[in-house]
Nanobody, 125 residues
């Protein structure tokens, strides 16, 4: 069983930056590919970014490429999402998710084993 706790959300002006974190419980964090998803009001949850468990390959949604960066610190059981040049359309609840030994695909919510409760990110115009 893995528990995921997101933090770092908040209110930021358009063009600003924010880093959200996801801390995982358990001793096998390095065996999990980690993903970030978001859900805006009235919209379906969508993929944002992912990092693979074995080679740390990263994947991004087209809408965030060049602005967001995902990273992980296995010693701290934590995955990060650095968000730069934020836009109002980035507003939503950001969820992290964990998939044990999963290599691909990482851009679909199906296949992730555990989910956090989410952290709110609001970008004002």
């Amino acid at each position: 069983q893995v528990q995921l706790v997101e933090s770092g959300g908040g209110l930021v002006q358009a063009g600003g930056s924010l880093r959200v974190s996801c801390a995982a419980s358990g001793r096998t964090f390095s065996s999990y590919s980690m993903g970030w998803f978001r859900q805006a009001p009235g919209k379906e949850r969508e993929f944002v970014a992912a990092i693979r468990w074995n080679d740390r390959s990263t994947y991004y949604a087209d809408s965030v490429k060049g602005r967001f960066s995902i990273s992980r610190d296995n010693a701290k059981n934590t995955v990060y999402l650095q968000m730069n040049s934020l836009r109002p359309e980035d507003t939503g609840v950001y969820y992290c998710a964990a998939a044990l030994y999963r290599s691909h695909p990482l851009s679909t919510s199906r296949g992730y084993d555990y989910w956090g409760q989410g952290t709110q990110v609001t970008v004002s115009s």
